[in-house]
């Protein structure tokens, strides 16, 4: 790609991405377009027309052809519309049936296995103190609104979200038989439930610091939080056992749990259990209530258009057997040796990142020490699994049932697998991600890093590449997801995955500061109509400053160096052409900063692009040397 050197100057990612920003589309049922969603087209038409193929060659054995019946049933539409509302009546009837919350309390833990709403969020995953072992989380449910800062009384959307909402819950309780009156009290409980729950949840910003997710609470203290109804009971209902601990993750919620869980509210409750279930539920009866059911999402992201019926067959299918899906994509079109190639290209990344921590400046020799020890304990985990769990066995399709009927039983037997890891050992190699998924991810309490096959070709690897270009795409995501192993969350962890202090005093309070400078260098800049939450946005921020920096590094090392064609093709991934709704809904519950500002703000922190394209003092791209932020 030919770009030129004065149109760097004034704006890196215009200056590469202007041309392709001018005639891109996005399309109708999405609300962006660009490198990680380009990528993510492809694959779907190439997935799909596999799976036509599938359904017309009946060859599809095992799992994956559980998954293909799966598909053939979900885009049955003809058959969803005789059927109706009639699959979700048994449903509702349960709930509706219900009196107090004493009469909840019998059920409560039948309808969490079964997927229904639920006053608190129950997972298993790592305990975070002794990461070895799955230990029991409890959490608040989520809003109507995308996030609690939403419901702030200068936020202009507030009222017009939720109108939004009302319009679609109307039309969606009507649509499975509740008269007018009815569905308009069934909202209107809805909104003043959801309502209890907001001063007392954590917002996105709040949640993005994991050391404040960790409140251990023993089994008598958490089923003290209220006496309206018994929690220890549910908990023994879902994980058949009395746990010495339960890890709370937002303790101001259960704080407040006895004046919401009343008796004087219980009317408000039920009324917004049916409207998330009818919401929740709803899309897998007819194609008019699917459509119907996307609207209030459609609004916040800018999306015109629902998905055509057989991308939305694909993708519950896909839903429901990402890892089955996954392992058929990665074998068939990732292999054996480029898994094996860019496994290596992860063991590189890791020498050359433990290169530049045992030479760091900043830190004391105890804490260096530290952070290579965690660093060689990484687990690396590339393009697919070697097997697929044996869950998705025990997943099979009733074709004599309707869709719904068929989701719910998974729900139960994906419900009941998740909490019967409880106080077993955590499966550190187990892929919690689909392998035909354009993405990445760190997991600080099992310190790994994943890297599924779908991400792993052009713009960000290709053999077409040069190394160049290769380490500014793939090089870069994965020394950033390395770098997730020291951001301002990773750093909490040790290498076990354990939240555990392993830094001195001093280097604590330096890496403190210069998380800090980051949090700075992004905050309030104005986008999209809004500003960028610098402290949202600061772990993510961190990971690309350290991603970028190393990357660069082992780029230097090859003997076809280009790093002009490094920079370019960093910012090429990163381009994006979104709504303005999208943007802003980004700019509020995104933990990542637009992607325009990762292209531009990341690459002014190193020496090498002043010096590749000749910026100086008074050009926009400049940015003073004691203002640039180096971490990693």
Request: with cysteine; glycine share 6%.
């Given at each position: 790609m030919t770009?030129?050197?004065?149109?760097?100057?004034?704006?890196?990612y215009?200056?590469?991405n202007?041309?392709?920003?001018?005639?891109a589309?996005?399309p109708?049922?999405?609300?962006?377009?660009?490198?990680?969603?380009?990528l993510v087209?492809e694959?779907?038409?190439l997935?799909?027309?596999?799976f036509?193929?599938?359904?017309?060659?009946k060859s599809?054995?095992?799992?994956?052809?559980?998954?293909?019946?799966?598909?053939?049933?979900?885009?049955?539409?003809?058959?969803?519309?005789?059927?109706?509302?009639a699959?979700?009546?048994?449903v509702?009837?349960r709930?509706?049936s219900?009196?107090?919350?004493?009469d909840?309390?019998?059920?409560?833990?039948?309808?969490?296995?079964?997927g229904?709403?639920s006053?608190?969020?129950f997972d298993?995953?790592a305990?975070?103190?002794?990461?070895?072992?799955?230990?029991?989380?409890?959490?608040a449910p989520?809003l109507?609104?995308?996030?609690?800062t939403?419901?702030e009384s200068?936020n202009p959307?507030?009222?017009?979200?939720?109108?939004?909402?009302?319009?679609?819950?109307?039309?969606?309780?009507?649509?499975v038989g509740?008269?007018?009156?009815?569905?308009?009290?069934i909202?209107?409980?809805?909104?003043?439930?959801d309502?209890?729950?907001v001063?007392n949840?954590k917002?996105?910003?709040?949640s993005?610091?994991y050391?404040?997710?960790y409140?251990?609470?023993?089994?008598t203290?958490?089923?003290?939080?209220?006496?309206?109804?018994?929690?220890?009971?549910?908990?023994?209902?879902?994980?058949?056992a009395e746990?010495?601990?339960?890890?709370?993750?937002?303790?101001?919620?259960?704080?407040?749990i006895?004046?919401?869980?009343?008796?004087?509210?219980f009317?408000?409750f039920?009324?917004?259990?049916?409207a998330?279930?009818?919401?929740?539920?709803?899309?897998?009866l007819?194609?008019?209530?699917?459509?119907?059911?996307?609207?209030?999402?459609?609004?916040?992201?800018?999306?015109?258009?629902?998905?055509?019926?057989r991308k939305?067959?694909?993708?519950?299918?896909k839903g429901?057997?990402?890892?089955?899906?996954?392992d058929?994509?990665?074998?068939?079109?990732?292999?054996?040796?480029a898994?094996?190639?860019?496994?290596?290209m992860?063991?590189?990344?890791i020498?050359?990142?433990?290169?530049?921590?045992?030479?760091?400046?900043?830190?004391?020799?105890?804490?260096?020490?530290?952070?290579v020890?965690k660093?060689?304990k990484l687990g690396?985990?590339v393009?697919?699994?070697?097997?697929?769990?044996?869950?998705?066995?025990?997943l099979?399709?009733?074709e004599t049932?309707p869709?719904l009927?068929n989701?719910?039983?998974?729900?139960?037997?994906?419900?009941?697998?998740?909490?019967?890891?409880?106080?077993q050992p955590?499966?550190?190699?187990?892929?919690?991600?689909?392998?035909?998924?354009?993405n990445?991810?760190?997991?600080p309490f099992?310190?790994i890093?994943v890297f599924?096959?779908?991400?792993l070709?052009?713009?960000?690897?290709?053999?077409?590449q040069?190394?160049s270009?290769?380490?500014?795409?793939i090089?870069?995501?994965i020394?950033?997801?390395?770098?997730?192993?020291?951001?301002?969350?990773?750093?909490l962890?040790d290498?076990?995955?354990?939240?555990?202090?392993?830094?001195?005093?001093e280097?604590?309070n330096?890496?403190?500061?210069?998380?800090?400078?980051?949090?700075?260098?992004?905050d309030?800049?104005?986008?999209?109509?809004?500003k960028?939450?610098g402290?949202?946005?600061?772990?993510e921020?961190?990971?690309?400053?350290?991603?970028?920096?190393?990357?660069?590094e082992?780029a230097?090392?090859?003997?076809?160096?280009?790093?002009?064609?490094?920079f370019?093709?960093?910012t090429?991934?990163w381009?994006?052409?979104?709504t303005e709704?999208?943007?802003?809904l980004?700019l509020?519950v995104?933990?990542h900063?637009?992607?325009?500002?990762?292209?531009?703000?990341?690459?002014?922190n190193?020496?090498?692009?002043?010096?590749?394209?000749?910026v100086?003092?008074?050009?926009?791209?400049?940015?003073?040397?004691d203002q640039?932020?180096?971490?990693?």
């Amino acid at each position: 790609m030919t770009v030129k050197q004065e149109q760097i100057k004034d704006d890196l990612y215009k200056a590469v991405n202007g041309e392709w920003i001018k005639t891109a589309k996005i399309p109708a049922d999405k609300p962006a377009t660009g490198g990680f969603n380009d990528l993510v087209d492809e694959i779907d038409q190439l997935m799909m027309n596999d799976f036509d193929g599938f359904v017309e060659q009946k060859s599809a054995t095992g799992a994956l052809g559980q998954s293909v019946k799966l598909y053939q049933l979900a885009a049955d539409f003809n058959r969803r519309e005789n059927e109706g509302s009639a699959p979700l009546k048994s449903v509702l009837s349960r709930i509706e049936s219900l009196t107090s919350f004493v009469d909840y309390q019998n059920n409560w833990a039948d309808f969490i296995l079964s997927g229904l709403p639920s006053p608190i969020s129950f997972d298993i995953d790592a305990d975070m103190k002794n990461a070895t072992m799955n230990a029991l989380f409890a959490a608040a449910p989520g809003l109507i609104l995308p996030d609690k800062t939403y419901y702030e009384s200068d936020n202009p959307q507030k009222e017009s979200l939720l109108q939004v909402y009302r319009s679609m819950m109307e039309k969606l309780l009507q649509g499975v038989g509740y008269d007018a009156t009815k569905a308009t009290e069934i909202i209107d409980q809805a909104v003043a439930f959801d309502a209890l729950l907001v001063p007392n949840v954590k917002s996105a910003e709040e949640s993005a610091d994991y050391s404040k997710m960790y409140n251990p609470q023993t089994f008598t203290e958490f089923t003290a939080h209220t006496q309206a109804i018994d929690l220890g009971i549910v908990v023994k209902g879902i994980i058949s056992a009395e746990p010495e601990k339960i890890i709370v993750t937002e303790p101001k919620y259960f704080e407040a749990i006895s004046d919401i869980l009343t008796a004087s509210h219980f009317a408000e409750f039920k009324g917004w259990m049916i409207a998330k279930t009818v919401s929740g539920l709803a899309g897998y009866l007819t194609d008019e209530l699917r459509g119907i059911g996307g609207e209030y999402s459609r609004t916040l992201s800018g999306s015109q258009e629902p998905m055509n019926q057989r991308k939305y067959a694909y993708y519950l299918a896909k839903g429901e057997f990402d890892q089955v899906v996954g392992d058929y994509y990665g074998r068939k079109y990732f292999g054996e040796t480029a898994k094996n190639d860019v496994h290596q290209m992860v063991e590189k990344m890791i020498s050359v990142y433990q290169s530049r921590l045992t030479n760091n400046t900043w830190l004391s020799p105890a804490t260096r020490e530290k952070a290579v020890l965690k660093l060689s304990k990484l687990g690396i985990q590339v393009g697919y699994p070697d097997k697929v769990d044996s869950l998705y066995d025990r997943l099979m399709v009733d074709e004599t049932k309707p869709l719904l009927t068929n989701l719910l039983a998974f729900t139960k037997i994906e419900t009941e697998d998740v909490f019967s890891r409880w106080n077993q050992p955590v499966e550190r190699d187990r892929w919690e991600m689909s392998a035909a998924t354009v993405n990445a991810y760190y997991h600080p309490f099992k310190n790994i890093i994943v890297f599924p096959a779908a991400i792993l070709q052009a713009p960000f690897y290709s053999i077409k590449q040069s190394s160049s270009e290769n380490y500014g795409g793939i090089g870069a995501v994965i020394a950033h997801e390395i770098s997730h192993a020291f951001d301002n969350n990773g750093s909490l962890f040790d290498e076990y995955g354990n939240l555990n202090n392993w830094w001195t005093k001093e280097d604590s309070n330096q890496f403190k500061n210069k998380a800090q400078q980051m949090i700075d260098q992004f905050d309030g800049i104005e986008f999209a109509g809004q500003k960028v939450n610098g402290k949202l946005t600061v772990s993510e921020n961190i990971a690309d400053a350290g991603g970028l920096s190393c990357a660069l590094e082992a780029a230097k090392a090859e003997s076809d160096v280009d790093i002009a064609a490094f920079f370019v093709n960093w910012t090429t991934i990163w381009r994006m052409k979104a709504t303005e709704q999208y943007m802003q809904l980004l700019l509020s519950v995104d933990v990542h900063a637009p992607a325009k500002l990762r292209a531009n703000i990341q690459v002014k922190n190193l020496d090498e692009f002043y010096s590749t394209f000749n910026v100086k003092s008074g050009d926009a791209m400049f940015l003073a040397e004691d203002q640039r932020v180096k971490i990693w």
